[in-house]
């Protein structure tokens, strides 16, 4: 089960799958249905992948043995920025932990569950807050500049070649800054 935000408020939506590999969903609305079933990745077909390294040496166990999984995606862009920028260079269990703070403290609670951050969320936020729970300095201004610069939400919507061309941009920008500063 999953919390997401759909409009202005949040909704559940869950999912299961029978031993046949069917995916049954449940959601409180359309759009739930729709953002669990990407939340999944049920509209990628890994058959191909399947077939071609099922016979694989050195991964042909796995691929057997773990057919059918499907790793969930996060609810948000902001959310997998959270995760990304979190866990660099410190081991993954205080990341998760520093994550989850973050979440709990600061998105609403539904159903036992929290929603996904936003870029508003975090975006309203000075550095030193995110800090407080256990983030470091360079870390947390990082997430809160993105989340105030970059429309992450809308990230999913465009051709990959045009944010490459535009990280790589920011990420000049970013080195000229740290070397004006520098100076």
Known sequence: MALFRVGE??????????LDGRVELEAMSGEGLQRIHSAL????DHSPFVRRFSGDPLLGNAVRSLRGLRPARLG????ALLRAVTGQLIASRR???????????L??????????????????????ELQRFGL???????IVRLSRTVDLERLPDLP????????????AASTAASWATSA
Do not use: C, D, M, Y
């Not at 408020?9 to 029978?18: L, N, S, T």
């Not at 990745?41 to 990628?44: D, H, I």
């Open 76 to 79: 948000t862009v902001t959310h």
């Open 160 to 171: 990959s070649e045009g944010i490459a061309w535009s990280s790589s941009r920011a990420s």
């Open 136 to 142: 470091s300095a360079r870390k947390a201004a990082t």
């Open 95 to 105: 990341a998760r932990l520093i994550e989850r703070r973050i979440v709990r403290a």
């Open 107 to 128: 998105n609403e609670e539904a159903w036992g569950l929290h929603a996904p951050p936003t870029a508003a969320t975090l975006g309203r936020l000075a550095p030193v």
């Open 9 to 18: 408020g949040v909704e559940w939506a869950g999912a299961k799958q029978r």
């Open 41 to 44: 990745g049920l509209e990628n």
